[in-house]
């Protein structure tokens, strides 16, 4: 169990035009997503955490009118890359969280490979 | 800021066991010591997580210190497989932040 998958797997887009990424968690609800970006060679950067109902949470520097995020059901988050550019080429994983008593577990989805051309 | 310390890469032959350390010395009492794996081009997965005692699972082993400041990951017989980036995560909210992770090594 606890399987997230994320479509699409990867996608080559223009400059200038926007690109939607989903994540779903397969046989559990998710209260809380995330999403992450990662660079070649480095680690796994925190964009934002995905509630259900209500507005994403950005970190720090992360454009949120730029990267929009949709959390419309229990299993269901999209992250939006608006007006993308070159620079927006990058690897974006979701993450769907189940939680046990105090325990929070996150699952991952397999990334999506998105190139800006 | 990551909250973990783990060593940049190592290097393991096939077939013999692989201690992975992490320092977590700002660890909080209600917090989990999570670790995943990614392989290349892939999500991290899942390997094994624990709070105060040793954990085992078919995948590997956690051993962590008294003083909760620190744990390594134990994998028992490497193999080629297991070739990736380990991330050792502390967490006691749904919240992770990944460190840079050990990239291992296995050699044939």
């Known amino acids: 169990g606890a399987v997230v998958s994320q479509h699409p797997s990867w996608v080559i887009c223009k400059s200038g035009t926007s690109v939607k990424i989903e994540c779903r968690s397969l046989?559990?609800?998710?209260?809380?997503m995330f999403w992450y970006r990662q660079f070649p060679k480095q680690s796994l950067m925190l964009m934002a955490t995905s509630n259900e109902g209500s507005k994403a949470t950005y970190e720090q520097g992360v454009e949120k009118d730029k990267f929009l995020i949709n959390h419309a059901s229990l299993t269901l988050s999209t992250l939006t890359v608006t007006s993308a550019h070159p620079e927006d080429s990058s690897f974006y994983i979701c993450?769907?969280?189940?939680?046990?008593?105090?325990?929070?577990?996150?699952?991952f989805g397999p990334g999506t490979r998105l190139t800006v051309t | 800021d990551a909250k973990t310390t783990q060593p940049n890469s190592m290097e393991s032959n096939e077939e013999e066991p692989v201690h992975l350390p992490c320092n977590h010395s700002?660890?909080?009492?209600?917090?989990?010591i999570h670790w995943y794996r990614q392989l290349p081009s892939q999500g991290p997965e899942y390997v094994i997580h624990?709070?105060?005692s040793n954990v085992n699972n078919r995948m590997a082993s956690l051993a962590i210190a008294e003083d909760r400041k620190s744990s390594t990951l134990i994998l028992h017989r490497a193999t080629l497989r297991d070739a990736a980036v380990y991330y050792c995560i502390t967490s006691g909210t749904y919240k992770y932040i990944f460190g840079t992770g050990t990239r291992l090594k296995v050699l044939a």
């Open positions: 700002t660890i909080s009492g209600t917090d989990y």
């Open positions: 046989d559990f609800q998710a209260t809380t």
């Open positions: 993450s769907a969280t189940r939680t046990s008593g105090i325990l929070y577990e996150q699952y």
């Open positions: 624990g709070l105060t």
